[in-house]
């Protein structure tokens, strides 16, 4: 089949487009950077092109052809990113992918929306009808990207949405690595008692589930959460990370308030400037704010299992930091 992915060169994209160029699949790809991996997934035989989803004709001519499109594309979070950005790319991106889709008679549509719809869980593990609760300007423009969805749906369209959880593994160069450079000191500050959840996934696994789910009938017009088999415990999670580095973890617990206290003068030193500030309340609110999912309905609906546990993730993340020189 020809496919159509949007931020094709990604962390998740890269993954997914390699993998379905692995399966025999033609891929065009689209991101608004080259990113890390552009020129790999060229020489693997993907069509990429660098511009924006907010690029209505841009999309509407490379999704000709297609059978499939899989939407990861989205302004992520910076702190200084304006607003406009958000909307422009997460949600009327959204509406120009899926008017495109309709238009060339793309068979079947997958979008990839974030657990953080669903904000703090406060009665864990949270299922997909959990509240909704976005707790960032992020989170909102995802959720209603998932509302542009539901507009298309009712006219005929097929589409299905995931709401990955805390995504990490090989390639990865910013979320986790955070985590992994503290923990190779053998030393972490953890901010609270560090007892509140956190969901992993592990890339290989998201991908799964984002290639069963665009196949199965049963997943049309609905949205899947998307974890590992199990959250953990933020304190738990650093030490088992310090383990796949052959590291023995000590903490400095902090409290929450005076570290949020902080963080907030330090954003509002840094927003006139062009610089993310080191330190900003989101950050220290991570520590707080539980993510735990049940995944029983992809399980239910297209056989999802994920594969990789969390030991040998870990190890296998840490073992790419390493080669890359960043941890």
């Known amino acids: 089949m020809k496919i159509f992915v949007t931020g094709a060169t990604g962390f998740t994209g890269s993954h997914l487009t390699r993998k379905l160029i692995e399966d025999g699949h033609q891929v065009v790809g ?3 950077q080259e990113g890390r991996f552009f020129k790999e997934l060229q020489e693997k035989g993907a069509d990429l092109h660098v511009g924006s989803v907010a690029d209505k004709d841009l ?9 499939r499109v899989y939407h990861l594309a989205a302004a992520f979070r910076r702190i200084n990113l304006p607003r ?5 790319v997460n949600v009327e991106g959204t509406r120009y992918v899926l008017q495109a889709a309709v238009d060339h008679g793309v068979e079947r549509v997958l979008y990839c929306s974030t657990c953080g719809v669903h904000g703090n869980v406060e009665n864990p593990p949270a299922a997909e009808d959990a509240p909704i609760a976005p707790a960032d300007w992020y989170q909102e423009t995802k959720w209603e990207g998932e ?14 949405i995931v709401r990955p959880a805390a995504i ?15 923990a190779s000191k053998g030393s972490f500050p953890m901010i609270g008692k560090g007892d509140t959840h956190y969901h992993p996934l592990y890339i290989s696994n998201l991908v799964d589930a984002m290639m069963g789910a665009i196949e199965t009938d049963a997943c049309l017009g609905k949205p899947y959460l998307i974890a590992d088999e199990s959250s953990i415990a933020i304190k738990e999670l650093v030490t088992e990370i310090g383990k796949s580095l052959g590291k023995d973890v000590k903490f400095q617990h902090w409290p929450y308030k005076l570290v949020y206290s902080v963080a907030w003068l330090t954003e509002l030193v840094f927003k006139p400037t062009p610089w993310d500030p080191p330190l900003f309340p989101r950050r220290v609110d991570w520590f707080i704010q539980n993510r735990s999912f049940d995944i029983s309905a992809a399980k239910n609906d297209f056989g999802y299992a994920p594969r990789v546990g969390l030991a040998e993730g870990l190890k296998a993340t840490g073992d790419w930091y390493k080669e890359e020189g960043l941890i």
């Open 30 to 32: 689209l991101d608004n």
């Open 59 to 67: 999309v509407h001519r490379l999704t000709e052809g297609c059978q």
């Open 84 to 88: 406009q950005v958000y909307w422009d």
């Open 147 to 160: 509302r542009v969805c539901h507009e298309f749906l009712e006219k005929g369209s097929w589409i299905t």
């Open 168 to 182: 990490y593994g090989p390639g990865d160069p910013e979320r986790f690595v955070m985590l992994y450079k503290r």
